[in-house]
């Protein structure tokens, strides 16, 4: 099974930007696709951003586009996220997760997920 560590987390003021990365360990040979999800207090995690594994189909929430991407450098078996113009409603924690799908359509088809990191974003 692989393992995710997600880092880069932390405190931020409105507008401004963080990077977060994912790292796998483990049985990293097999082609994961990657996601990116987030849950604030008192609501349910929701979808930010995934990736497929060789990089060419990528998916956005639409609250995140033009403001946060998503890449992979499967050389390091890491996953990044990208966020700029944060806003306070970005705050969350941020979790990453793999499938075994090339893109998956529905959170279940996700099958590992990290700890999870927070980002916080101060107005």
């Known amino acids: 099974q692989v393992q995710l560590v997600e880092s880069g987390g932390g405190l931020v003021q409105a507008g401004g930007s963080l990077r977060l990365s994912c790292a796998a360990s483990?049985?990293?040979?097999?082609?994961?696709?990657m996601g990116w999800f987030r849950q604030a207090p008192g609501k349910e995690r929701e979808f930010v951003a995934e990736?497929?594994?060789?990089?060419?189909?990528?998916n956005y929430a639409d609250s995140v586009k033009g403001r946060l991407t998503i890449s992979r450098d499967n050389s390091e078996n890491t996953v990044y996220l990208q966020m700029n113009s944060l806003k306070p409603e970005d705050t969350a924690v941020y979790y990453c997760?793999?499938?075994?799908?090339?893109?998956?359509?529905?959170?279940?088809?996700?099958?590992?997920w990290g700890q999870g990191t927070q980002v916080t974003v101060s107005s």
């Open positions: 990736i497929s594994w060789s990089g060419d189909d990528t």
């Open positions: 483990g049985r990293t040979l097999r082609r994961y696709a």
């Open positions: 997760a793999a499938s075994l799908h090339r893109i998956p359509t529905v959170e279940a088809e996700y099958d590992v």
